[in-house]
Protein backbone atom coordinates (compact mmCIF):
# COMPACT_ATOMS: atom_id res chain seq x y z
CA UNK A 1 0.00 0.00 0.00
CA UNK A 2 1.26 3.90 -1.22
CA UNK A 3 -0.28 6.49 0.49
CA UNK A 4 0.79 10.13 0.51
CA UNK A 5 -0.29 12.54 3.20
CA UNK A 6 -0.76 16.46 2.01
CA UNK A 7 -1.79 19.45 3.73
CA UNK A 8 -1.00 23.14 3.89
CA UNK A 9 1.86 23.52 6.86
CA UNK A 10 1.11 23.69 10.11
CA UNK A 11 -2.27 21.68 9.94
CA UNK A 12 -0.39 18.20 11.57
CA UNK A 13 0.02 16.09 8.63
CA UNK A 14 3.48 15.11 10.04
CA UNK A 15 1.52 13.49 13.10
CA UNK A 16 -1.20 11.34 11.02
CA UNK A 17 2.02 10.37 8.64
CA UNK A 18 3.52 9.34 11.32
CA UNK A 19 0.80 7.44 13.23
CA UNK A 20 -0.68 5.58 10.14
CA UNK A 21 3.60 4.26 9.58
CA UNK A 22 3.72 3.04 13.70
CA UNK A 23 0.36 1.32 12.78
CA UNK A 24 1.39 -0.76 9.67
CA UNK A 25 4.28 -1.88 11.63
CA UNK A 26 2.74 -2.54 14.34
CA UNK A 27 0.70 -4.76 12.23
CA UNK A 28 3.71 -6.45 10.86
CA UNK A 29 3.71 -4.65 7.15
CA UNK A 30 7.48 -3.48 6.58
CA UNK A 31 7.19 -0.31 6.47
CA UNK A 32 8.88 2.91 4.37
CA UNK A 33 8.19 6.40 6.02
CA UNK A 34 9.40 9.16 3.43
CA UNK A 35 9.85 12.62 4.55
CA UNK A 36 9.38 15.00 1.60
CA UNK A 37 8.41 18.13 3.06
CA UNK A 38 10.93 21.00 2.92
CA UNK A 39 10.64 21.37 6.86
CA UNK A 40 11.25 17.27 8.28
CA UNK A 41 10.63 16.43 11.22
CA UNK A 42 9.14 12.94 10.78
CA UNK A 43 12.15 11.61 12.51
CA UNK A 44 11.05 13.02 16.12
CA UNK A 45 7.61 11.54 15.57
CA UNK A 46 8.76 8.30 14.79
CA UNK A 47 10.63 8.46 17.85
CA UNK A 48 14.32 9.60 17.40
CA UNK A 49 15.73 12.16 19.84
CA UNK A 50 17.11 15.32 18.21
CA UNK A 51 20.40 14.38 18.16
CA UNK A 52 19.79 11.40 16.10
CA UNK A 53 17.61 13.63 13.85
CA UNK A 54 19.81 16.52 13.21
CA UNK A 55 22.51 13.25 12.17
CA UNK A 56 20.53 12.26 8.69
CA UNK A 57 21.66 13.83 6.08
CA UNK A 58 18.51 14.45 3.35
CA UNK A 59 19.07 12.53 0.29
CA UNK A 60 18.70 15.83 -1.89
CA UNK A 61 21.82 17.53 0.19
CA UNK A 62 24.12 14.08 0.11
CA UNK A 63 26.72 15.66 -2.80
CA UNK A 64 28.51 12.28 -2.96
CA UNK A 65 25.64 9.97 -3.38
CA UNK A 66 24.19 12.30 -5.73
CA UNK A 67 27.47 12.43 -7.60
CA UNK A 68 27.72 8.98 -8.20
CA UNK A 69 24.38 8.43 -9.26
CA UNK A 70 23.66 10.82 -11.93
CA UNK A 71 27.91 11.62 -13.21
CA UNK A 72 27.63 11.22 -16.82
CA UNK A 73 31.42 11.97 -16.93
CA UNK A 74 30.55 15.16 -19.12
CA UNK A 75 30.30 18.20 -17.47
CA UNK A 76 26.47 19.73 -17.17
CA UNK A 77 25.30 16.23 -18.69
CA UNK A 78 23.31 14.14 -16.07
CA UNK A 79 22.87 10.24 -15.92
CA UNK A 80 19.63 9.84 -15.48
CA UNK A 81 19.79 5.98 -15.94
CA UNK A 82 20.60 4.99 -12.49
CA UNK A 83 19.65 2.08 -9.80
CA UNK A 84 18.31 3.59 -6.43
CA UNK A 85 17.39 0.53 -4.85
CA UNK A 86 20.63 0.95 -3.27
CA UNK A 87 19.74 3.86 -1.33
CA UNK A 88 16.75 2.30 0.02
CA UNK A 89 19.05 -0.16 2.04
CA UNK A 90 21.77 1.79 2.35
CA UNK A 91 20.54 5.21 3.69
CA UNK A 92 17.06 4.38 5.29
CA UNK A 93 16.98 4.93 9.19
CA UNK A 94 15.34 2.16 11.36
CA UNK A 95 13.34 4.28 14.25
CA UNK A 96 12.10 2.76 17.73
CA UNK A 97 8.76 2.59 16.43
CA UNK A 98 9.49 -0.33 13.77
CA UNK A 99 9.33 1.75 10.96
CA UNK A 100 11.89 2.57 8.19
CA UNK A 101 12.38 6.20 7.55
CA UNK A 102 13.77 8.11 3.87
CA UNK A 103 14.04 11.95 4.54
CA UNK A 104 14.20 12.78 0.99
CA UNK A 105 15.22 16.53 0.83
CA UNK A 106 13.76 19.50 -1.29
CA UNK A 107 15.16 21.22 -3.89
CA UNK A 108 16.20 24.48 -2.49
CA UNK A 109 15.84 28.21 -3.36
CA UNK A 110 17.93 30.82 -5.33
CA UNK A 111 21.67 30.77 -4.96
CA UNK A 112 21.37 27.15 -4.05
CA UNK A 113 23.15 26.32 -7.53
CA UNK A 114 21.30 23.74 -10.37
CA UNK A 115 19.05 21.16 -8.45
CA UNK A 116 19.08 18.92 -12.10
CA UNK A 117 20.71 16.26 -9.94
CA UNK A 118 19.12 15.73 -6.55
CA UNK A 119 16.06 16.43 -7.99
CA UNK A 120 16.65 13.22 -10.45
CA UNK A 121 17.53 11.33 -7.71
CA UNK A 122 14.59 12.27 -5.53
CA UNK A 123 12.26 11.59 -8.07
CA UNK A 124 13.49 8.76 -9.62
CA UNK A 125 13.77 7.26 -5.22
CA UNK A 126 10.45 8.12 -5.33
CA UNK A 127 9.13 6.39 -7.84
CA UNK A 128 10.86 3.19 -6.99
CA UNK A 129 9.33 3.55 -4.03
CA UNK A 130 5.82 4.27 -5.00
CA UNK A 131 5.76 1.80 -8.22
CA UNK A 132 7.99 -1.23 -7.64
CA UNK A 133 8.74 -1.99 -4.10
CA UNK A 134 6.73 -4.36 -2.19
CA UNK A 135 6.68 -2.47 1.52
CA UNK A 136 4.13 -0.18 2.67
CA UNK A 137 5.09 3.39 2.17
CA UNK A 138 3.76 6.54 3.59
CA UNK A 139 5.02 9.84 2.43
CA UNK A 140 5.08 13.11 4.08
CA UNK A 141 4.60 15.60 1.63
CA UNK A 142 4.74 19.11 1.28
CA UNK A 143 1.31 21.22 -0.04
CA UNK A 144 0.61 20.02 -3.64
CA UNK A 145 1.88 16.81 -5.56
CA UNK A 146 4.90 17.65 -7.35
CA UNK A 147 6.99 15.66 -5.65
CA UNK A 148 4.38 12.68 -7.40
CA UNK A 149 4.79 12.85 -11.43
CA UNK A 150 1.47 12.14 -13.30
CA UNK A 151 2.74 8.59 -14.13
CA UNK A 152 3.69 7.67 -10.33
CA UNK A 153 0.63 9.79 -8.96
CA UNK A 154 -1.46 6.99 -10.27
CA UNK A 155 0.41 4.36 -8.26
CA UNK A 156 -0.46 6.05 -5.10
CA UNK A 157 -3.49 3.93 -3.59
CA UNK A 158 -4.59 7.39 -1.34
CA UNK A 159 -3.93 10.77 -1.09
CA UNK A 160 -5.33 12.30 2.58
CA UNK A 161 -5.06 16.15 3.01
CA UNK A 162 -5.17 17.33 6.48
CA UNK A 163 -7.09 19.83 6.75
CA UNK A 164 -7.94 22.49 10.14
CA UNK A 165 -11.06 24.42 10.20
CA UNK A 166 -9.06 27.57 8.82
CA UNK A 167 -10.32 28.82 5.51
CA UNK A 168 -6.95 29.11 4.12
CA UNK A 169 -6.41 25.55 5.43
CA UNK A 170 -9.32 24.32 3.31
CA UNK A 171 -8.49 26.28 0.31
CA UNK A 172 -5.16 24.36 0.00
CA UNK A 173 -6.97 21.52 0.27
CA UNK A 174 -9.06 21.88 -2.24
CA UNK A 175 -6.14 23.23 -4.41
CA UNK A 176 -4.46 19.96 -3.74
CA UNK A 177 -7.64 17.70 -4.25
CA UNK A 178 -8.02 19.03 -7.85
CA UNK A 179 -3.94 18.59 -9.08
CA UNK A 180 -4.55 15.06 -7.46
CA UNK A 181 -7.32 14.42 -8.98
CA UNK A 182 -5.93 15.81 -12.66
CA UNK A 183 -3.07 14.04 -11.83
CA UNK A 184 -5.04 10.40 -11.59
CA UNK A 185 -4.88 9.59 -8.01
CA UNK A 186 -7.88 7.74 -7.10
CA UNK A 187 -8.50 7.80 -3.25
CA UNK A 188 -8.92 11.28 -2.00
CA UNK A 189 -9.90 11.96 1.18
CA UNK A 190 -10.13 15.01 3.72
CA UNK A 191 -8.88 14.95 7.47
CA UNK A 192 -10.07 17.06 9.70
CA UNK A 193 -7.38 17.81 12.39
CA UNK A 194 -7.50 19.27 15.70
CA UNK A 195 -10.76 19.03 15.97
CA UNK A 196 -11.93 21.08 19.15
CA UNK A 197 -15.89 21.23 19.13
CA UNK A 198 -18.51 20.36 16.72
CA UNK A 199 -18.55 24.26 15.15
CA UNK A 200 -15.42 23.39 13.85
CA UNK A 201 -16.01 20.25 12.58
CA UNK A 202 -19.18 21.42 10.94
CA UNK A 203 -17.29 24.17 9.22
CA UNK A 204 -15.09 21.61 7.69
CA UNK A 205 -17.69 19.08 6.78
CA UNK A 206 -20.18 21.95 5.07
CA UNK A 207 -16.70 22.91 3.13
CA UNK A 208 -15.94 19.56 2.33
CA UNK A 209 -19.68 19.09 1.38
CA UNK A 210 -20.10 22.28 -0.76
CA UNK A 211 -17.03 21.38 -2.92
CA UNK A 212 -17.12 17.88 -3.34
CA UNK A 213 -14.46 16.72 -1.18
CA UNK A 214 -15.11 13.48 0.83
CA UNK A 215 -13.69 13.50 4.56
CA UNK A 216 -12.53 10.39 6.05
CA UNK A 217 -12.31 10.99 9.41
CA UNK A 218 -11.86 13.73 12.13
CA UNK A 219 -8.58 13.50 14.51
CA UNK A 220 -10.01 15.85 17.96
CA UNK A 221 -7.73 17.97 19.31
CA UNK A 222 -5.59 16.89 22.44
CA UNK A 223 -3.68 18.77 24.72
CA UNK A 224 -1.49 15.72 25.08
CA UNK A 225 -0.07 15.75 22.07
CA UNK A 226 0.82 19.25 22.58
CA UNK A 227 2.37 18.35 25.68
CA UNK A 228 4.68 15.81 24.45
CA UNK A 229 5.42 18.15 21.41
CA UNK A 230 7.02 20.63 23.78
CA UNK A 231 8.83 17.59 26.08
CA UNK A 232 10.36 16.19 22.83
CA UNK A 233 8.56 13.07 23.34
CA UNK A 234 6.95 11.49 20.51
CA UNK A 235 3.00 11.19 21.27
CA UNK A 236 2.67 7.93 19.13
CA UNK A 237 3.55 5.45 21.96
CA UNK A 238 1.00 6.44 23.86
CA UNK A 239 -2.49 4.37 22.58
CA UNK A 240 -5.01 6.41 25.35
CA UNK A 241 -4.49 9.45 23.67
CA UNK A 242 -7.59 10.38 21.63
CA UNK A 243 -6.06 11.36 18.61
CA UNK A 244 -3.61 8.66 18.44
CA UNK A 245 -6.53 6.10 18.46
CA UNK A 246 -8.43 7.94 15.30
CA UNK A 247 -5.04 8.02 13.32
CA UNK A 248 -4.75 4.05 14.25
CA UNK A 249 -8.57 3.50 13.51
CA UNK A 250 -7.82 5.29 10.04
CA UNK A 251 -4.92 2.15 9.54
CA UNK A 252 -7.50 0.00 10.74
CA UNK A 253 -9.60 1.39 7.51
CA UNK A 254 -7.16 1.90 5.61
CA UNK A 255 -6.01 -1.95 5.28
CA UNK A 256 -10.10 -3.03 5.08
CA UNK A 257 -10.30 -0.41 2.17
Known sequence: MKIAVSGKGGV?????????ACGFAERKYKTIAIDADSSPNL??????????????????????LVETKTD?????????NFRVDDIVRDYSVPTPLGVNLIVMGTVHSMGAGCMCAPTAVVRALLRYLVVETDEVVVMDLEAGVEHIGRGTARQVDVLLIVVDSNFKSLEIAKHIYDLAFEAGMKQLYLVGNRVMNDEQRVAIQSFADKNGLPVLDFIPFDAKITESDMMGRTPLLNKEFSSVKT??????FLLKG
Request: proline share 2%; charged share 25%; glycine share 14%.
Open 72 to 80: SGYNGIYNL
Open 12 to 20: GKTLLAGGL
Open 247 to 252: IDNICE
Open 43 to 64: ALTLGLTAEEARKIKPISDNKE
